[in-house]
């Protein structure tokens, strides 16, 4: 079962924040009578900074924007973002770093079109454990509309809307479509 784990309020960023990982980990697994000790669970990162579970078949994405912080535990590879949709340059943003059609699809949408891709890249790179700005394939099509299943360099990854609230955008990758169960921690 996937699971998000939900908390609003102040936290540690960073490897102070572990222990809130772990904690959210270890609920995971007694709601899924999964057998893993999180108590001596090490957290490290891979070569670019995508923290895992060493030695514990577990997989997780953190992300948090504000005073909201998610994570997303799964048995495959998964990424996860939210993003606060708040004013920026962002047609700056998207002119240097979006695609042709992603640049096409934020002159559609707007401010809210811009984060509707932004999410999906930041989400897709947490999935895959590759940087943010590295070579990755666009989140919309030809015909400007995002795309909610790519195939990037023979695997399938698939994009998972979570709704939040107008001011928030929120998805999940993976390499399948997800059903996702949402709990306060």
């Not at 936290?11 to 108590?39: S, T």
């Not at 090490?42 to 953190?62: A, M, N, T």
């Amino acid at each position: 079962m996937n699971s998000i784990y939900l908390y609003e309020g102040p936290f540690e960023k960073g490897d102070k924040g572990f222990p809130m990982i772990k904690e959210a980990a270890r609920r995971h697994a007694m709601e899924n009578n999964l057998n893993f000790d999180f108590d001596q669970a090490q957290i490290v990162r891979e070569e670019k900074g995508k923290p895992y579970f060493l030695d514990v078949p577990l997989e997780f994405s953190l992300t948090h924007s504000g005073q909201l912080w998610m994570c997303l535990f799964s048995g495959k590879p998964v990424g996860l973002d939210l993003q606060q949709v708040k004013s920026l340059e962002y047609e700056k943003i998207a002119d240097r770093q979006y695609t042709e059609e992603e640049q096409h699809y934020v002159r559609l949408w707007g401010l809210a079109g811009f984060f509707d891709v932004w999410v999906r890249k930041e989400a897709f790179c947490k999935c895959t454990g590759q940087g943010l700005f590295t070579e990755m394939p666009s989140m919309a099509d030809v015909n400007h509309d995002l795309y909610e299943e790519i195939i990037w360099q023979g695997k399938t990854y698939c994009f998972t809307e979570i709704p939040m609230a107008d001011d928030l955008k929120c998805v999940a990758c993976s390499g399948e479509k997800m059903d996702i169960e949402a709990r306060i921690l």
